[in-house]
Each structure stands twice: as structure tokens, then as C-alpha cells.
């Protein structure tokens, strides 16, 4: 069984619709991450959070709302996406927030926008 | 330019062959390297450390070169479970992804 997990796995939105995605660790690490993952593009730092306070939005949308009430949990809400969002969303967690140290990954929600 | 580049692939393979991958990076001061392994449909997993010295994990073996800024990943008696997207990272503070080379071992 995983460590980091996601609810949804599978989500389909419409574009005016509102939905959130769920991320829980329990590795006991404080920092965790929001990725996106557009085929064949390489993974996209979304988010990062490190002892639950942002430190790093990589100049993502508005539409993309972040939330991380403790280190367990992070949440991503979404609102009036577009099309081109349709993606694998995959939260991540590791030791630190800022060390060089490797990342480990939840099962992701694969969005679909319509 | 691209932060970490990859080969995108596919490589197809007999088992049993040996396989290389190289990757670059453009950011001179990453301080961490790693090979992470994606299997289609589902989340990348740690393969592992890449370090300055070279390492070596059973069949895989990791180079780093830091004055070429170029990482490299070998794998010796491919087997048919080696299939899958194997992802170059390198970390200064956050990691950054290649978009990852496809590996099929074909029987």
C-alpha cells in the first residue's frame, strides 16, 4: 500500500463545475507537492508546501486553489477549468521542503475537463 | 532549452540486452540526481540515487558527470518487468523532471 494516497482516482469535470482533489501521507514527512503530468511533457511543480506553508507556486492559474490545513493533507480545488487542464494531477511528499531529497508519489487523479 | 533532457524513445529491446539512457542538465547547480521508474497508468517510483562516484544496484548502474552536467543510466539482462518510462531528475531545492525515455523489453 502506498504511503501518499489520492481521492479521486478518476475525475471528469465540466468546465463551470467546481471539485476537489484529495492527497494524504503517512510517511510522517512535511513537505508535500502538487504535479502535473500532460502526456508526453515532462512532470510540472504545481505547488509546494513545507510544514504546511506554501513555498513555491510555479505561476499556476487562478483557477488552481491549493490548500494544506497540517503536513498530512493537501487539497487542490479546482473551478471553471478549461480543456487544456485535462491531465494526471500527482501529489507527492518527502522529508523537507528544501533538501535535495527524493519525493514519493500518490497514485494521482486523472482529470478530464469537458 | 529544456531544464533536464531525455531521449524520448521508445527503445525497444530484446531481453537480455543492455540498455543505456543518457539525459542532461542545464542547471549548474543541482546538488541531487535520481532515475525514477514510471510503469504506464501510474505514478513514478524512486529507482534510485545517482552519486558522483557511480553506483550500482543489482542490474542498474548510475553514472553522474558534473563537468558535462550528464547522468546516465545502464541496465544489464533486461527483463521483460524492466518495461516502462524511466524519468531523469535533478534537484537544487525542488526537483526537476525529464520528460522520461520509453523502455519496452520485448520477449
Known amino acids: 500500500e502506498t504511503g501518499v494516497t489520492q481521492t479521486p482516482r478518476h475525475l471528469v469535470m465540466g468546465m463551470t463545475n467546481k471539485k476537489s482533489l484529495k492527497c494524504e501521507q503517512h510517511?510522517?514527512?512535511?513537505?508535500m507537492y502538487w504535479y502535473k503530468q500532460s502526456a508526453k511533457k515532462p512532470l510540472e511543480l504545481m505547488f509546494v508546501?513545507?510544514?504546511?506553508?506554501?513555498?513555491e507556486n510555479n505561476s499556476v492559474p487562478s483557477r488552481f486553489s491549493p490548500e494544506c490545513p497540517n503536513s498530512s493533507h493537501l487539497f487542490l480545488h479546482l473551478h471553471t477549468l478549461q480543456p487544456e487542464d485535462s491531465a494526471l494531477y500527482l501529489c507527492?511528499?518527502?522529508?523537507?521542503?528544501?533538501?535535495?531529497?527524493?519525493?514519493?508519489f500518490g497514485q494521482g487523479t486523472r482529470l478530464t475537463v469537458v | 532549452r529544456k531544464e533536464v533532457e531525455q531521449d524520448p524513445g521508445p527503445f525497444n529491446v530484446p531481453e537480455g540486452a543492455t540498455v543505456a539512457f543518457n539525459c542532461t542538465y542545464s542547471n549548474s547547480a543541482s546538488q541531487s540526481f535520481f532515475w525514477y521508474r514510471q510503469d504506464c497508468r501510474k505514478e513514478p517510483k524512486l529507482l534510485m540515487s545517482?552519486?558522483?562516484s557511480g553506483n550500482e544496484d543489482g542490474r542498474f548502474t548510475a553514472q553522474l558527470n558534473r563537468a558535462s552536467q550528464y547522468i546516465s543510466l545502464l541496465i544489464r539482462d533486461s527483463k521483460l518487468s524492466d518495461s516502462a518510462t524511466y524519468l531523469c531528475v535533478a534537484a537544487e531545492g525542488q526537483l526537476t523532471f525529464g520528460s522520461g525515455t520509453q523502455l519496452t523489453v520485448l520477449p
Open positions: 545517482v552519486y558522483s
Open positions: 510517511l510522517g514527512h512535511n513537505a
Open positions: 508546501y513545507s510544514l504546511e506553508e506554501r513555498v
Open positions: 507527492a511528499s518527502s522529508p523537507a521542503g528544501t533538501e535535495n531529497t527524493e519525493a514519493f
